[in-house]
């Protein structure tokens, strides 16, 4: 039986499909034009747009960053969240500086049922 997704953790999971199939598209462009021309910085920016792949990327963070707030939201209700108030909110405050912290979070957040 699949688990129930809410929204944002729905929005994250096709945001992060779409950007690795971006991502994989992206890779076989290179790896074309490598053969053809030397990938300078311009070459490079212009792949990036073609395939769609910074679009995807965009989505991609926006999706990250709803599904860590809804996390934020829906902890406040748990009594975990009430017993190590402080520290759980020290480990938010963290996301936007430290990418390690931001994994955890999302990791964390998709497991939420």
Known sequence: MKPILSKPQ?????????????????EKRIEEAQ??????????????????FHEAYVALTEAE???IEWSRVTMKH???????KTAIDNFYSNVGS??????Q?????????
């Open 35 to 52: 053969k053809l021309q030397e990938v300078t910085e311009q070459v490079m920016e212009g792949l990036v747009l073609e395939t769609g």
């Open 65 to 67: 960053n709803e599904l």
């Open 98 to 103: 430290n990418p390690e912290v931001r994994t």
């Open 78 to 84: 748990e009594k975990e969240y009430k017993e190590n």
């Open 10 to 26: 729905l929005n994250y999971t096709k945001a992060k499909s779409k950007f690795e199939d971006r991502a994989r598209v992206l």
């Open 105 to 113: 979070l999302i990791n964390l957040a998709m497991k939420v049922r």
